[in-house]
């Protein structure tokens, strides 16, 4: 296996010996840079010398999972791996590669930050990197970070964070404070691809073993959308169960533990699946399942789905960043809908509970591609309806959904708690209620 702590060995971990390197000037740096800095001139001679290369950073071309992307890797060896004058025009031009051949952009990572020999120059880097990757972003082409060890500074501020999809190498030391510049009673864990998976600004932790395979299928399911939207999923309950009579029993069956949930619609609808983890805001919701997979027919399709317990604001905005990222990749878009309810205890409030929904709604609401809903359980309230599109909504026959469940809607109501099966009919919040007024498109057969 290549060493993934050099710049070419990471390139060889996911393409293999198909890697075509653009042509940089290789030219000696002159005059101890912008700032003259004493010694400058040497040091990098020495770091040339040392690894054989002239940057920090090494750019071109290669086939991972047999999707051909620019690929743009960091060689620490090389001044720690910092960003510099010369590291940010290669970078930017292999953006604009990419950009021109219509590729997408896999950045291997491993950097102590700016070149401090090269000052606020080094330091303006971040702005041009930074506008690179939003034209590259303008422009519907996917881009995916792969953090090596370290990944610090403004490289995982810019590349590394602002990529739509961020993988990393299990240990690698990841955060924007490196090592030297930290609070002297700094948690190291704290620094660490698992620690910013935990916290929801990495998708996965990847093994170098795996990294091949994991990179290809995202590669593949990010550049080869599904050409139509995608059809709502059959129901998976019982075919032979009778519809619900009353609002209490359809109720009831959407909350019996055995009715098929989100894993089960996952499995039967969709392959190669691959998922993006957190809402970059420090938070992270397990009853919220958000990435892409295959539909019959190979193609792409994302999807965001509820696991049936109440949503987090981290799911929501999760779910609001899969939307989008969808939406630029022009990749159509799967909703299973399956909540009692947003989460609303004070932890939630303070986390900004009604922000991340309203996001959430104007994500669905302005998305360009084709979104599809399916209602596969509880729908409860606004915290369900957030994931539903607009004129798109299917339900199966284990399901119902409400303006709030009926306990709620009891309470609202100020009638007693032995009421709620009452309110629960009144509120007609059966499927086929709910096709009767209107609220669904239709109701999936088994």
């Known amino acids: 296996m290549s060493d993934p702590t050099t710049a070419r060995g990471a390139i060889a971990l996911v393409a293999g010996d198909d890697f075509t390197e653009f042509a940089f000037t290789g030219e000696p740096l002159a005059d101890d840079g912008p700032l003259g800095w004493p010694g400058y001139s040497a040091a990098h001679a020495r770091a040339a010398a040392r ?3 002239t940057e920090s950073v090494v750019c071109g071309t290669g086939v991972v999972g047999g999707v051909r992307a620019v690929l743009i890797s960091f060689e620490f060896g090389f001044l720690g791996g910092s960003l510099g004058e010369r590291t940010g025009a290669r970078a930017a031009a292999a953006h604009a590669h990419a950009r021109a051949q219509r590729l997408p952009v896999v950045v291997l990572p491993a950097t102590g930050g700016s070149r401090m020999h090269e000052g606020m120059r080094a330091l303006l880097q971040l702005q041009l990197l930074a506008g690179e990757s939003a034209r590259t972003r303008a422009a519907g082409l996917p881009q995916i970070a792969v953090l090596r060890d370290p990944t610090t500074g403004g490289g ?13 190498l299990p240990g690698a030391q990841v955060g924007f404070a490196g090592s030297r510049v930290r609070p002297p009673d700094a948690d190291p864990a704290a620094y660490t691809a698992e620690a910013q998976f935990a916290h929801g600004h990495v998708d996965a932790v990847v093994a ?3 990294l091949r395979d994991t990179l290809g299928r995202w590669l593949a399911l990010l ?20 519809p619900s009579a009353s609002g209490r029993e359809a109720v009831a069956r959407a909350r019996h533990p055995g009715r098929p949930r989100a894993d089960a619609y996952l499995d039967a609808h969709l392959s190669d699946r691959a998922e993006v983890s957190g809402d970059r805001a420090g938070g992270v919701d397990p009853g919220m399942r958000c990435g892409f997979g295959r539909v019959p027919g190979g193609g792409t399709v994302a999807y965001a789905a509820q696991c049936g317990t109440a949503t987090l604001p981290a799911g929501f905005r999760t779910a609001a960043r899969l939307v989008r990222l969808a939406d630029r990749l022009g990749i159509p878009v799967l909703t299973l809908i399956d909540t009692p309810g947003a989460a609303n205890d004070p932890a939630a409030e303070r986390a900004g509970a009604g922000p991340a929904i309203a996001d959430l709604f104007t994500a669905v609401a302005t998305a360009r591609v084709p979104v ?19 004129g798109r909504l299917w339900a199966t026959p284990d399901s119902y959904f409400s303006v709030i469940a009926p306990e709620a809607a009891a309470s609202i109501l100020k ?12 509120l007609r919040l059966r499927p086929r209620d709910l096709l009767d007024l209107g609220v669904i498109r239709g109701i999936v057969e088994p």
């Open 51 to 53: 690894t054989g290369e």
């Open 156 to 168: 995982w501020a810019t590349l590394g964070a602002g990529s739509d999809v961020v993988l990393a």
């Open 208 to 210: 170098p073993e795996a």
């Open 223 to 242: 550049t080869r959308p599904a050409e139509e939207a995608p059809a709502p999923p059959r129901a998976l309950g019982d075919p032979d169960a009778p």
């Open 372 to 390: 599809t809903s399916l209602l596969i359980g509880e729908g409860g309230s606004g915290g369900a309806l957030a994931l539903a599109a607009p």
């Open 415 to 426: 009638r007693p708690p032995e009421e709620s099966d009452a309110v629960a009919d009144r």
